[in-house]
């Protein structure tokens, strides 16, 4: 199984900075963090989960229209750590953070296997 461990998140002030950190671990032999596609989620009160950014194995990023230019994800092979780079922040970018990870899928819906507990972002 993978667990999946996010931090970094608190509180800040709309245009400051926050960067979250993922760290994966395995407890049977065989995972191996740099081939897996991994992804940021968030969900703000009363609104649906979504993705906000993937990064695949290749290192080849895709980011939703609200946090483009704005979040960076990147990926630390050797640590089995995703980060969440996320700069200028606004109040809408209030939520709950989730990483997810998964072997093979690497798009925008739910179908990732493993899922961290979340992470706060509250922006004021």
């Known amino acids: 199984d993978v667990q999946l461990v996010e931090s970094g998140g608190g509180s800040v002030q709309a245009g400051g900075s926050l960067t979250l950190s993922c760290a994966a671990s395995?407890?049977?032999?065989?995972?191996?963090?740099?081939?897996?596609?991994m992804a940021w989620f968030r969900q703000a009160p009363g609104k649906q989960r979504g993705g906000i950014a993937v990064?695949?194995?290749?290192?080849?990023?895709e980011y939703a229209a609200s946090v483009k230019g704005r979040f960076t994800i990147s990926r630390d092979n050797a640590k089995n750590t995703v980060y969440l780079q996320m700069n200028s922040l606004k109040s809408e970018d209030t939520a709950l953070y989730y990483c997810?990870?998964?072997?093979?899928?690497?798009?925008?819906?739910?179908?990732?296997?493993?899922w961290g507990q979340g992470t706060q972002v509250t922006v004021s």
């Open positions: 990064i695949d194995d290749d290192g080849s990023t």
């Open positions: 395995e407890f049977h032999s065989g995972f191996v963090f740099s081939t897996w596609c």
């Open positions: 997810a990870a998964d072997r093979f899928y690497c798009g925008w819906g739910d179908e990732y296997t493993y």
